[in-house]
């Protein structure tokens, strides 16, 4: 009991840090929760279960929101929730990640610690588009050398995840979609329609100001005006008047996307130039909807199968990372295969990923992912299984049509469980 009482002295030292960061609402957790929460699975657990109440279950509203009469806040989507936990600077009221925030948020499971956010002003602002260089000298580092010197706004993270996922055939489409006129050219003007096209707001000046009222309710610090920010510096320059052509668009979404895939390499293999097989697989898993007991059966299929570690190149993992871009054509081709009720082996995986992409996959990445997946050790694959847990990994756990099942009570019986599992 002294140490479940040391975990609720802690909780309740932490609620204003977290009150004020607008974490948490001020709703108290009832004692009997919290004693039986730790109780049952240690003190740990019941800081995460009172950590996800907070990020995941309870709408996200200020304190100064929480007046008398005040009308019922409607929640906040999985990505607003995401966007606030990781934006960690604040100007003029609105929230901002910095480029090091958007890579930690498509790369890590929570953000690293923080005692607030950081209230630029407006030098500070200034200073950080000066140092944003222009289209000419962008790289696969552009974020990395940016770090924490550049701001990124809610419908711009929007636009970046979706360049994430996309694969080379869709480059063209997305610009065209930004190419309003059909000259070939985006401008300013013409960019900015993502404001409106990732916030659905409506045209109408009445349906605008009731969108830019739920928007200043629910995620009250998200921006409800334009202000300049790094990646319109980056593509328009300094006085907004430059132009992004196709090349160029191309150009930065493929940096992008290797750029993550680098820092998701890097991560595992530790200065080396390979990864093992061991670890790709727990690369492919940690953001998919498998639960613990899960991702431990199949992390320890890949060791009792793989005898002798090959090890995977970097340009290995980035073609792979790079056919689940894919994902949607193959699932097509593999359709073939599931109406005819044929298993999938080895060989006709490989031909389904030629088809759709062009190129071959690495044998060993192909013969890792098949001891991930291959249950039953009988050399096929189940491709619905496959191509649903992939769909996860590729958007990193967050599609939104899944998100209903977070902070509901099997959701955290089963955290229970896997957490009982580990002790």
């Not at 944003?132 to 993270?157: A, M, Q, V, W």
């Not at 080379?168 to 013409?190: C, H, L, P, Y």
């Not at 996307?257 to 390499?265: A, N, P």
Request: hydrophobic share 35%; charged share 30%.
């Amino acid at each position: 009991m002294a140490a479940v009482r040391r975990c609720r002295d802690l909780l309740r030292s932490l609620r204003p840090i977290l009150w004020k960061e607008g974490i948490f609402t001020k709703q108290p957790v009832p004692r009997r929760s919290l004693y039986m929460i730790a109780a049952a699975s240690g003190c740990t657990l019941a800081i995460h279960w009172f950590y996800k109440q907070g990020q995941d279950i309870v709408p996200v509203v200020h304190a100064r929101e929480t007046e008398k009469n005040e009308p019922t806040k409607e929640k906040a989507t999985h990505r607003e929730l995401r966007f606030r936990q990781f934006a960690s600077v604040e100007y003029q009221g609105n929230i901002y990640m910095t480029p090091q925030d958007f890579l930690e948020s498509v790369t890590e499971e929570s953000p690293r610690p923080r005692i607030g956010r950081i209230r630029l002003t407006a030098q500070d602002v200034e200073s950080m588009l000066r140092q944003t260089p222009s289209r000419s000298r962008g790289s696969n580092k552009l974020f990395r050398n940016l770090h924490d010197k550049g701001i990124i706004s809610y419908t711009e993270y929007l636009f970046l995840l979706c360049v994430l996922t996309k694969p080379r055939s869709g480059f063209r489409i997305a610009f065209n979609m930004f190419d309003t006129d059909g000259n070939q050219i985006v401008d300013k003007k013409e960019f900015l329609v993502l404001e409106r096209v990732f916030s659905k707001q409506p045209d109408s000046e009445d349906g605008e100001g009731k969108k830019k009222e739920v928007l200043s309710k629910v995620i009250p610090a998200v921006e409800t005006r334009i202000q300049d920010t790094s990646l319109m510096v980056h593509f328009f320059g300094k006085y907004g008047n430059d132009v992004l052509k196709y090349d160029d668009f191309h150009r930065f979404m493929e940096n992008l996307q290797s750029e993550v895939i680098e820092l998701e390499f890097l991560e595992f293999s530790k200065g080396m130039n390979t990864i093992s097989e061991v670890d790709f697989a727990h690369i492919l898993l940690r953001y998919t909807l498998l639960d613990r007991s899960e991702i431990e059966e199949c992390i320890a299929r890949v060791k009792d199968r793989i005898q002798q570690e090959k090890g995977i190149t970097f340009q290995e993992f980035k073609k792979f990372c790079q056919f689940l871009n894919n994902l949607d054509d193959f699932s097509i081709a593999m359709k073939m295969y599931t109406y005819a009720q044929q298993p999938v082996s080895q060989d006709e995986f490989q031909r389904a990923v030629r088809v759709c992409t062009g190129f071959t996959l690495a044998k060993d990445v192909v013969n890792t992912v098949f001891q991930i997946f291959d249950s039953d050790g009988d050399g096929h694959l189940s491709s619905p299984e496959f191509i649903a847990i992939m769909k996860d990994r590729l958007h990193r756990g967050s599609r939104s049509h899944l998100m209903h099942t977070q902070g509901t009570w099997e959701a955290f019986r089963q955290c229970i469980r896997n957490e009982m599992k580990s002790n």
